[in-house]
């Protein structure tokens, strides 16, 4: 099993391996030695359908009678392209992801030259049936809620099988209805489970393919996702990561009578109120939020966030850009000083707060002036380290046909000169924690006598000392080495 790409696809790998290993299968040590090889895509950029082509190439290479199943994003938007690289058995998209073990199964007990379930799930309205999305235009994208499928296809792949391709109508699920527990195999995952609460997005960002692959804004129940804390608690974890493709709108396709708390009274939940119910109804020692837009930090997350020791000081806030030319352009539901406002806000809550965010460089139509807004905003504000991207054009987005497309080159040097901005902006937070101390919990790794650990304001931790794994400590702060810090548990 092989995930790419953001916290969501992940959670939702971990969830598959979890399925996969209850339908009887056992994992494998390397993909080498695998009958079954899943990939979990991301098509968030350019670069990351060319990862996903990459490791299939190799993986067919290195073990010619592997089966190949492909899900995920880059599944989702164009499985006939993945259909068509040699090795690939299966294509399923996020649509039928949640059934991809007992796909892999059914598929696995068939003849791989004929469809298992060609015409299996023809009756729902996910159903297995397919539409390339690079052939419709974002309106028509849109359309497809309306159920724009017909039957489902097959594919003959490179190598003379066919490649079964499971995709169906993405915008027809309404509801996330399951939270798995996640245990992965890399060493932060075991001590800090990764709960997927929400999937989806309403927003449509020019740039952005992901609201056309992962389909509608949908929440996990209060309840539910309670229920899964607790379960995390039970199983000794002590932090727990909230994590959605937009995670601040968490509760609004809800209704108000599932909250067990005074959120009943509103009219629509918010992700303040369910922090609020995990603080109120778990013993959950730590909540770590993953990215939250802009306009979704409210003055009540902040001073939840910064009020309960409880909820990690940190806060990752996606810019994309500080020009409010650009920042129209790109469909963007903020202006530059509205950005500015709820970051200073958050850095006044709490003052030890790690502050991260994404922008975007080479953005159709970003000429020199826009660009020295955006590092010039970023050069103003409380910052502690940023992930920057140069834009990738993607099939079927507003962004694509835009004229004024940035040269390589140019895109290329902006990225650089944000990085370097950047690495400034930490290694001055970092300073200030010197001769401090910071809540931490302890991770896997161990190199050279030193336990890694992760603090409660998102800094890489080296602690003097063999530590067991998930302890949480307070550690005095040492020196700094690289881009991460030394200390030792007091």
């Not at 397919?130 to 994208?141: C, E, G, H």
């Amino acid at each position: 099993m092989e995930n790419f790409g953001c916290r969501a696809t992940q959670a939702d790998g971990a969830a598959i391996e979890r399925d996969l290993l209850q339908k009887g299968l056992t994992r494998a040590d390397e993909s080498n030695q695998a009958e079954f090889v899943v990939l979990n895509t991301c098509t968030v950029t350019t670069s990351a359908d060319h990862d996903a082509r990459a490791t299939i190439r190799r993986i067919h290479r290195e073990n010619p009678q592997a089966r190949i199943i492909v899900t995920g994003c880059y599944a989702q938007r164009a499985p006939e392209e993945i259909a068509s690289l040699p090795g690939v058995s299966l294509v399923v998209g996020n649509s039928h992801k949640p059934r991809l073990a007992e796909l892999t199964i059914e598929h696995g007990a068939g003849d791989s030259s004929t469809p298992a379930n060609a015409n299996a799930f023809a009756g729902d309205p996910g159903s297995g049936s397919f539409v390339p999305l690079s052939t419709l235009n974002p309106i028509q994208q849109l359309a497809t809620r309306e159920g724009m499928f017909s039957a489902a296809r097959e594919q003959t792949a490179a190598n003379g099988k066919r490649a079964e391709i499971i995709v169906g109508d993405i915008f027809a699920h309404t509801e996330l209805s399951a939270a798995p527990v996640f245990e992965a195999d890399t060493a932060s995952e075991k001590t800090r489970p990764n709960l997927k609460i929400q999937d989806g997005c309403n927003n449509r960002c020019s740039f952005c393919i992901i609201p056309y692959v992962r389909g509608r804004s949908r929440s996990l129940k209060a309840e539910e996702v309670v229920a899964s804390v607790r379960q995390l608690v039970a199983g000794g974890y002590r932090e727990i990561v909230l994590s959605g493709i937009n995670l601040g709108r968490w509760g609004r396709d809800l209704a108000p009578p599932q909250m067990a708390t005074a959120a009943t009274l509103k009219e629509q939940l918010r992700f303040a109120d369910l922090l609020r119910a995990i603080l109120e109804t778990t013993a959950v020692e730590k909540i770590r939020i993953s990215s939250v837009e802009p306009m979704d930090w409210s003055d009540d997350l902040i001073q939840l966030a910064a009020g309960s020791p409880r909820i990690c000081k940190h806060a990752h806030v996606p810019l994309q850009s500080g020009s409010d030319h650009v920042l129209r352009a790109m469909h963007r539901r903020y202006r530059p000083w509205h950005y500015a406002d709820r970051l200073r806000k958050i850095r006044q809550a709490m003052p030890m707060a790690a502050i991260g965010g994404d922008v975007m460089v080479g953005f159709p139509g970003e000429s020199d002036a826009d660009f020295e807004q955006t590092r010039a905003l970023i050069d103003s504000l409380p910052f502690t380290y940023l992930h920057v991207f140069t834009y990738s054009s993607r099939p079927g987005t507003p962004s694509a046909a835009m004229p004024a497309q940035v040269r390589g080159n140019v895109a290329q040097e902006r990225n650089r000169i944000l990085r370097e901005l950047a690495a400034r902006k930490k290694h001055e937070f970092q300073q200030g924690l010197l001769d401090g101390t910071l809540e931490a919990i302890t991770l896997t790794h161990v190199e050279n006598g030193r336990t890694e650990a992760l603090t409660d304001n998102y800094q890489k931790l080296w602690l003097e000392g063999v530590h067991p794994s998930n302890r949480a400590m307070v550690a005095r702060i040492l020196a700094i080495e690289g881009e991460a810090l030394v200390g030792r548990v007091e």
